[in-house]
């Protein structure tokens, strides 16, 4: 056992607050990793609000990097000292893994979700009463000075890339690029339109320009959100409380876009993302609803070859998808650094804060 810090998510109405527990070593197929930094995702703050229901308390985090400090015995492909960054979970037999689909796996709940280990053990334990804490959250509970990993959830990444800047590619990024450049697959020349220009809007956007879209329109009722769509490829930003958003899109791509989508998890503006593609259309749902949400579809324009489908994690195998975004974002291409805001573990509830009302779009913590 080892003695950590970590930020633990107990209830809706108490900060994260930051405490010390026992971390096991790693088990025959784990990794104790070293937590570098973590991006803070909407996900995990949704957790924390209750608006996604998931079991309190528990260490959160899943956009974390870091250094390899120990491997489990069964573990071949890892080193001490190699550079992870930390993607989620899977059970790499079922017919999603051996599809290359690890965030479809049958066991993606069981694994990402409860924050236990398959078995109902976690690695992470209360000093003082020995008793288990939910430490396995994505794979990983990032909001942590250390992690037991499962090595199936870790991607080694080059040395000489910025670490502490790297984790969002497990998740944010991974997201918005991957659900345009593996689910949607726009051909060269498509009109794209990304509702929503957080770090998966944004990455979206990138993504888009990456495929060689004509128009990529971003919208967005935050100024300085749509400033940051247009810096990093979007050919027009819409300000949705000014403007009549489909209007202006079946207008500016004469017809209607070929692709939408949709980061903001909200009814009415799926709606829009629907309504504002041409024929045909795919639409991409990505942000997370609150739970039960219902939504009335027009089937008459549904059946002019639109659609719209479910995205997790951008249908992407991390373990090659990661290195191709770190890749990218070598060569500039990939320029998320720019919405990057930097603190301190402990300054996690003002992190949170200062994301909530729109002052950064990807904090990231740093580790003591
Ligand atoms: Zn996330
Ligand atoms: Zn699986």
């Avoid at 197929?29 to 528990?58: F, W, Y």
């Avoid at 929503?196 to 100024?223: E, F, H, K, N, Y």
Wanted: net charge neutral; charged share 20%; glycine share 12%.
């Amino acid at each position: 056992m080892r003695t950590i810090t970590a930020a633990v998510a107990t209830t809706p109405e108490r900060p994260f607050s930051i405490e010390q527990f026992d971390l096991e070593p790693p088990r025959p197929d784990e990794l104790l990793v070293r937590i570098v930094a973590s991006g803070i995702c909407h996900t995990d703050i949704s957790v924390k609000n209750q608006s996604v229901k998931l079991p309190l308390p528990m260490v959160l985090g899943h956009e974390g990097s870091g250094v390899v400090e120990a491997v489990g015995s069964a573990v071949k492909h890892f080193q001490v000292g190699d550079h992870v960054v930390m993607a989620g979970d899977s059970c790499g037999h079922c017919n999603k893994c051996q599809q290359s689909l690890p965030f479809y796996c049958d066991e993606f709940v069981t694994r990402n979700l409860t924050g236990w280990r398959t078995d109902g053990s976690s690695p992470l334990h209360q000093c003082h009463d020995h008793q288990p804490l939910r430490g396995r959250f994505v794979g990983q509970s990032s909001f942590a000075t250390h992690s037991i990993v499962p090595a199936r959830a870790a991607i080694r990444i080059p040395k000489d890339l910025p670490l502490e800047l790297m984790g969002p590619l497990g998740c944010g990024l991974t997201t918005g690029a991957g659900t345009v450049l593996n689910a949607l697959r726009p051909t060269p020349g498509g009109h794209v339109a990304v509702f929503g220009c957080g770090t998966v809007g944004l990455a979206a956007v990138m993504g888009a320009r990456l495929a060689g879209a004509q128009s990529i329109i971003a919208i967005d009722p935050v100024a300085s959100r749509r400033d940051m769509a247009l810096s990093v490829g979007a050919t027009l930003a819409i300000d949705p409380m000014q403007d009549d958003v489909v209007d202006r899109i079946l207008h500016a791509t004469a017809g209607g876009a070929d692709f939408s989508v949709e980061c903001s998890g909200v009814a009415e503006v799926t709606l829009q993302a629907i309504a504002c593609l041409g024929r045909p259309g795919m639409c991409a749902q990505v942000g997370a609803p609150p739970g039960g949400t219902k939504l009335p579809i027009d089937m008459d324009h549904l059946g002019f070859g639109r659609g719209i489908k479910g995205v997790v994690m951008g249908d992407a195998n991390p373990q090659t998808f990661v290195p191709y975004l770190a890749a990218l974002w070598r060569g500039g291409r990939l320029p998320f650094e720019r919405f990057v805001k930097y603190y301190e573990l402990n300054q996690i509830n003002e992190a949170v804060a200062d994301s909530g009302r729109g002052e950064v779009i990807k904090p990231i913590l740093r580790m003591p």
